[in-house]
């Protein structure tokens, strides 16, 4: 009797022990799928979002073409800017893991600069978009990381909408977010924390899209909110564009002694 008692009282315990690492994992999976969701929180900073899509730009080289197309050529772009945009490795290129537009002034005094899209193959409606970037900072130089609707081409600028997540104009101590529809827009600027860092180091630049409403964050400070309706083209899929264009309405006087300046994309990413 006394062995068979161990023999019970041992499979007693690895079966109390079975249990509770069952129970441990159960929970930590409720943890892990329940997280709790503030609705005043930008989505994918702490709540449950998923992460839907990024490029990291990871590694050296070409942009993978799966994602993003080239634009190129000049002609001003509608705003009397002087660049041409190219797809040469000296004006776009993968360098350990940092995407790299280079405006450059070529021995012509010509500028050429690159702009990239991700029309007809990455577009989204509704989502947290974030994108680690750093900023050129010579005079003359427009950095842009924006969206068009994806009807664009049919209905044109600025009807399809425009969401500019960021831009950087004449004055390199502040950023701006826009939204353009028809003939109307609204904008609202921020200015970069002094105390914090500088136009030329990297900044997380986000829009929180919903239904109803658009807003802007840097470094997760929201510096920007819209309400949204049915009149608007906010509730259709937008592309993504990545350029750096040189002088024009909003690029202003480039520095004489301009040779070439440079904005840097850790990633993005984007979360629904």
């Not at 009797?1 to 129970?23: D, E, P, T």
């Not at 893991?97 to 899209?117: C, P």
């Not at 030329?200 to 239904?211: A, G, M, N, V």
Request: aromatic letters at 14%.
């Amino acid at each position: 009797m006394k062995n068979k008692s161990n023999i019970f009282i041992l499979f007693y315990a690895i079966l109390i022990g079975l249990f509770s690492v069952n129970c441990s994992s159960s929970d930590d999976a409720g943890n892990q799928n329940n997280t709790y969701s503030d609705p005043d929180l930008p989505v994918g900073s702490g709540n449950n979002d998923v992460l839907v899509w990024s490029d990291e730009f990871d590694g050296d080289g070409y942009i993978n073409s799966q994602f993003w197309n080239y634009e190129t050529g000049g002609g001003g772009w509608g705003n009397q800017e002087v660049q041409v945009y190219s797809n040469s490795s000296a004006n776009i290129i993968k360098e350990n893991g940092i995407l790299k537009i280079t405006a450059i002034k070529e021995s012509n005094g010509t500028y050429s600069s690159a702009r990239i899209t991700t029309q007809n193959k990455i577009d989204f409606k509704y989502a947290r978009i974030d994108i680690r970037a750093k900023l050129p900072s010579v005079a003359g130089t427009w950095p842009a990381l924006w969206m068009l609707g994806d009807n664009f081409r049919s209905v044109g600028w600025p009807r399809c909408g425009e969401i500019d997540i960021m831009e950087q104009f004449v004055d390199k101590t502040y950023v701006q977010s826009t939204c353009h529809w028809d003939n109307n827009g609204s904008t609202a600027s921020y200015g970069l924390p002094t105390n914090l860092s500088t136009p030329t180091e990297f900044h997380t630049y986000s829009i929180d899209w919903r239904e109803g409403s658009i807003k802007a964050y840097l470094d997760d400070v929201l510096f920007y909110e819209m309400s949204t309706n049915n009149t608007m083209p906010f509730d259709a899929n937008f592309f993504f564009i990545f350029n750096v264009a040189m002088g024009g309405t909003n690029g202003g006087a480039i520095d004489p002694n301009f040779s070439s300046d440079s904005m840097e994309v850790d990633y993005i990413r984007v979360y629904q």
